[in-house]
């Protein structure tokens, strides 16, 4: 059975700090490209970052330098650190996996992150 469960979301003041993670079960996790995307009300949903199974990353331009990334194939857990968090940063911010080659992919339930003074 997989699950996925996302946490670490919250409100946080303009310039605060916020850990998200992504913790996973019922898949091969290490054989999994990863990624977090963000949700605004009323828009789309949009990438944030990615981690490749090797390790790779990647970034929107607007989260380069405050964003990091990473995940952890010995828990099976990916995490997102945001640092130097903006408004336009509020949004669901949802947790995706995709297994390349095959069709086998998730989307997370999604955490709520609000950044307001």
Do not use: H
Request: aromatic share 10%.
């Amino acid at each position: 059975q997989v699950q996925i469960v996302e946490s670490g979301g919250g409100l946080v003041q303009p310039g605060g700090s916020l850990r998200l993670s992504c913790a996973t079960s019922g898949v091969t996790f290490k054989a999994y490209d990863m990624a977090w995307y963000t949700q605004a009300p009323g828009k789309q949903r949009d990438l944030v970052a990615s981690i490749s199974s090797g390790g790779i990353t990647n970034y929107t331009e607007s989260v380069k330098g405050r964003f990091t990334i990473s995940r952890d194939n010995t828990k099976n857990t990916m995490y997102l650190q945001m640092n130097s968090l903006k408004p336009e940063d509020t949004g669901v911010y949802f947790c995706y996996g995709n297994r390349l080659g095959t069709r086998l992919r998730f989307w997370g339930q999604g955490t709520q992150v609000t950044v307001s003074s």
